[in-house]
């Protein structure tokens, strides 16, 4: 394994056991491009090559059954996995953040959205934070103006105020954690960069060390990127390192991705066969650079 590849699987070992969140990346970036249903074989063989026990996938494969992320079928002796509801429901939710965001033209305007004490207030504390809502006090949510609101939200007070003067803007900064993303981002561009050159070397890559990277560096990067609300430039710091970031995954991501799937082409399977090749959907990833 490379050597910039290896220090981030190191690192990797040194944090509290993040298999299951491996696995769910493996499906949303890997296996729902190719029809979304894998055998455990092929995802032992990978978390072997990062040297994670069978055992503990085969744990955390089951917790995530269990806790409705993943769904399990059975064809003789071999088990089969493919998203349940509540993981394809969050993957889709996430895939246009990750791959191909489009933060909102600033208009001077933005959603304010009172959520009232109810039974169903986490859930919609949950939905807005992964709309892209922010959150300057208890029950206040906002977002700039055009953002959709989540489901889970519909019956919160809804207003569109302006945020062209000091009061506004300064409900907007201090409604996320702006400062913490940004120190996220240069964290994993620190961690990413050495991968950078590697990354074009194909005569250097392996398939399983391309797929490795692929996977990690999605890990990594929609851990950060999932805590970005998208604001419009406008309202971001000159110096914002989201750019950056999301330049370089996708530099990396464009780098790795045909030896990756070269991997998944000889090792992975599904209960009828190899599994499909992947849809034009996976190619536009990054695209828009």
Same mark, same amino acid.
């Given at each position: 394994?490379?050597?910039?590849?290896?220090?981030?699987?190191?690192?990797?070992?040194?944090?509290?056991?993040?298999?299951?969140?491996?696995?769910?990346?493996?499906?949303? #970036?890997?296996?729902?491009?190719?029809?979304?249903?894998?055998?455990?074989?092929?995802?032992?063989?990978?978390?072997?090559?990062?040297?994670?026990?069978?055992?503990?996938?085969?744990?955390?494969?089951?917790?995530?059954?269990?806790?409705?992320?993943?769904?399990?079928?059975?064809?003789?002796?071999?088990?089969?996995?493919?998203?349940?509801?509540?993981?394809?429901?969050?993957? #889709?939710?996430?895939?246009?953040?990750?791959?191909?965001?489009?933060?909102?033209?600033?208009?001077?305007?933005?959603?304010?959205?009172?959520?009232?004490?109810?039974?169903?207030?986490?859930?919609?504390?949950?939905?807005?934070?992964?709309?892209?809502?922010?959150?300057?006090?208890?029950?206040?949510?906002?977002? !700039?103006?055009?953002?959709?609101?989540?489901?889970?939200?519909?019956?919160?007070?809804?207003?569109?105020?302006?945020?062209?003067?000091?009061?506004?803007?300064?409900?907007?900064?201090?409604?996320?954690?702006?400062?913490?993303?940004?120190?996220?981002?240069?964290?994993?561009?620190?961690?990413?960069?050495?991968?950078?050159?590697?990354?074009?070397?194909?005569?250097?890559?392996?398939?399983?060390?391309?797929?490795?990277?692929?996977?990690?560096?999605?890990?990594?990067?929609?851990?950060?990127?999932?805590?970005?609300?998208?604001?419009?430039?406008?309202?971001? !710091?000159?110096?914002?390192?989201?750019?950056?970031?999301?330049?370089?995954?996708?530099?990396?991501?464009?780098?790795?991705?045909?030896?990756?799937?070269?991997?998944?082409?000889?090792?992975?399977?599904?209960?009828?066969?190899?599994?499909?090749?992947?849809?034009?959907?996976?190619?536009?990833?990054?695209?828009?650079?």
């Amino acid at each position: 394994m490379p050597q910039p590849l290896a220090r981030i699987v190191e690192q990797l070992k040194r944090e509290t056991s993040r298999t299951g969140s491996i696995a769910i990346t493996v499906f949303g #970036d890997a296996i729902v491009p190719r029809g979304g249903s894998v055998w455990l074989g092929t995802l032992l063989e990978f978390f072997a090559a990062i040297d994670i026990d069978s055992g503990v996938v085969r744990t955390a494969m089951s917790r995530l059954a269990a806790d409705g992320w993943l769904e399990r079928d059975k064809v003789g002796r071999n088990s089969f996995y493919r998203l349940a509801g509540k993981g394809r429901q969050t993957f #889709d939710a996430a895939t246009r953040h990750i791959y191909d965001p489009q933060a909102p033209e600033w208009t001077g305007r933005f959603e304010l959205l009172l959520i009232a004490n109810s039974g169903d207030r986490d859930a919609a504390r949950e939905a807005l934070k992964n709309a892209g809502f922010g959150s300057p006090l208890p029950g206040v949510w906002v977002a !700039p103006s055009g953002v959709p609101i989540p489901r889970e939200a519909a019956s919160a007070i809804r207003l569109e105020v302006s945020a062209e003067d000091d009061s506004g803007r300064r409900l907007l900064s201090e409604s996320w954690p702006l400062d913490r993303t940004a120190d996220a981002y240069l964290k994993f561009m620190k961690t990413f960069e050495p991968l950078r050159g590697w990354a074009g070397r194909r005569e250097r890559m392996s398939d399983i060390d391309a797929f490795t990277a692929r996977i990690l560096l999605i890990h990594h990067y929609r851990r950060v990127v999932l805590r970005d609300p998208l604001l419009p430039t406008d309202l971001l !710091p000159a110096d914002w390192p989201g750019r950056a970031a999301r330049q370089l995954c996708g530099e990396i991501y464009r780098g790795v991705l045909p030896a990756s799937e070269q991997w998944l082409d000889r090792h992975g399977s599904n209960p009828s066969g190899p599994l499909p090749a992947a849809g034009a959907e996976l190619a536009r990833r990054f695209a828009a650079m």
